[in-house]
């Protein structure tokens, strides 16, 4: 049982940090995808007029 909870638990705790930085990662990029959008939509528009 002890090896199993040995085996089980940095996993757990692997699995939880790296859906904590997945989440950092999605956080940190939200302005950059609004930027983006702006910049594009900007670019669309001058080429339109």
């Known amino acids: 049982m002890t090896f199993l909870l040995l085996i089980t638990?940095?996993?757990?705790y692997a699995a939880i940090w790296i859906g904590f930085?997945?989440?950092?990662v999605a956080q940190a990029t939200v302005p950059v995808k609004i930027v983006t959008?702006?910049?594009?939509?900007?670019v669309v528009l001058a080429v339109a007029m």
């Not at 638990?9 to 757990?12: E, G, K, N, Q, T």
């Not at 930085?21 to 950092?24: I, N, T």
């Not at 959008?37 to 900007?42: I, Q, R, Y």
Request: charged share 5%; no cysteine; glycine share 8%.
């Open 9 to 12: 638990l940095p996993l757990f």
């Open 21 to 24: 930085g997945v989440q950092l």
């Open 37 to 42: 959008a702006v910049a594009v939509t900007d």
